[in-house]
């Protein structure tokens, strides 16, 4: 029996650990599992109401770790979970994704010579600013199985010189969630509650320190926000980090754009997969949009996710607000109607891969 210890911290992970821990289950004969939380997203909001809504199991255990600078955060991360994994001795740690914690677990693991198996590997914006970078290239550095979701995860990794036979590509474990609950989010009622008709708004999240940890840099990208939502309405579900910025630099939301508090994932799939285009920053709704064909504009100056360009509907914009307008415009003039597809592997079937990797790649 291969016992498997899964790590989530933040909300992005954990539409990425809900079909993996499915997958698992369903090969209970073979594998056993446990969840360790780590306790960096914490507001019912932002945590609890995913668990709930993706019948994630509840974790076997929660670090508590809570917010924090970075150091304070991938240190607490570490001093809590190293007696974790000394008294729960598993045969592979699997990480998700690009947050503190992922790094923090996985270079625990690394030390105490558990191996180490990441999701989402391969990702690279070539922007060491981003502290999702430095996570990213670590945490591949030192895990044994490295599971990509598309060829050129695969080529970066090949290019750091990792060795190919630790590189499996299963692709995009977030894909697996969008499918399984699309049919679920057609039932929510939130366009009726916020009064919105299909394809008659845009959807934006904004949550990037780069974008609004910066005073000049949040006003710059407000201002550009206004002159979209003079075209239509935006809404805005807000993260707290953006919430307490704009609080914190006494900006205001334009006109038109609507704040609302973060939503869960079947409303805010239901709303953003009913927009006419979608504003971000965020990595994986890029690929989300790109699933369902609807156009995105990511307000950064670049992406880990470049297929979502080349094949699917991103448009990678920065914040000049000049560039963000005509990229809207030609969107609502129709002209962006251009050919996309789902790329390969994107097919709601990557946990059972992954599973099959992490039993074909377990030490004998
Ligand atoms: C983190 C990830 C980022 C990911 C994002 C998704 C890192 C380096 N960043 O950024 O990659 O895209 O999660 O949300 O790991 N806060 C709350 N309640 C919570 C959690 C956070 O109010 O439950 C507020 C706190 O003020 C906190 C701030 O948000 O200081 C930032 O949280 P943190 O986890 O440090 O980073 P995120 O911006 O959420």
């Excluded at 924090?68 to 974790?84: D, I, K, N, S, Y």
């Excluded at 060829?151 to 190919?164: I, Q, T």
């Excluded at 509650?193 to 949550?207: E, N």
């Amino acid at each position: 029996m291969l016992k498997i210890l899964n790590v989530v911290g933040a909300r992005p992970n954990l539409m990425k650990m809900a079909p993996i821990m499915a997958a698992i289950a369903r090969r209970s004969g073979e594998l056993s599992q446990i969840l360790v939380h780590t306790g960096q997203h914490y507001d019912d909001a932002m945590s609890g109401a995913f668990f709930r809504e993706l019948a994630i199991p509840h974790p076997d255990i929660d670090l508590g770790i809570g917010s924090g600078t970075h150091a304070q955060q991938t240190a607490r991360a570490m001093l809590a979970f190293e007696p974790v994994l000394v008294a729960q001795q598993p045969d592979w740690v699997v990480v998700v994704g690009d947050v503190n914690s992922t790094l923090a677990c996985a270079l625990v693991a690394s030390k105490l010579d558990v191996a180490v198996a990441h999701v989402e590997a391969g990702l690279r914006s070539f922007d060491w600013t981003m502290p999702e970078e430095v996570n990213r290239v670590l945490t591949d550095r030192i895990a044994r199985l490295l599971l990509t979701p598309s060829a050129d995860a695969d080529a970066n990794l090949e290019r750091e010189g990792v060795n190919s036979k630790r590189i499996v590509r299963v692709g995009n474990i977030m894909i697996d969630t969008l499918m399984r609950q699309l049919e679920q989010a057609r039932r929510s009622r939130v366009l009726d509650d916020l009064g919105l008709r299909a394809r008659a708004f845009a959807a934006l999240t904004l949550h990037r320190p780069s974008n609004v940890d910066d005073p000049d840099a949040l006003r710059h990208i407000a201002a550009a926000l206004g002159e979209v939502a003079r075209r239509l309405p935006v809404i805005f579900p807000a993260h707290p980090r953006t919430l307490a910025r704009m609080r914190e630099f006494g900006i205001a939301a334009p006109p038109g754009v609507r704040v609302l508090e973060p939503m869960g994932y079947i409303d805010f799939l239901q709303l953003w997969s009913n927009a006419r285009l979608v504003l971000t920053d965020s990595g994986g709704l890029q690929e989300e949009t790109t699933a369902l064909g609807i156009p995105c504009l990511t307000l950064r100056a670049n992406t880990e996710r470049p297929i979502t360009v080349e094949q699917g509907t991103n448009q990678v914009v920065g914040s000049d607000p000049e560039r963000i307008l005509a990229a809207v415009d030609s969107i609502l003039r129709g002209e962006l109607a251009r050919a996309w597809r789902v790329p390969e592997l994107w097919d709601g079937h990557t946990a059972e891969r992954i599973v099959g990797a992490l039993i074909g790649h377990a030490r004998q």
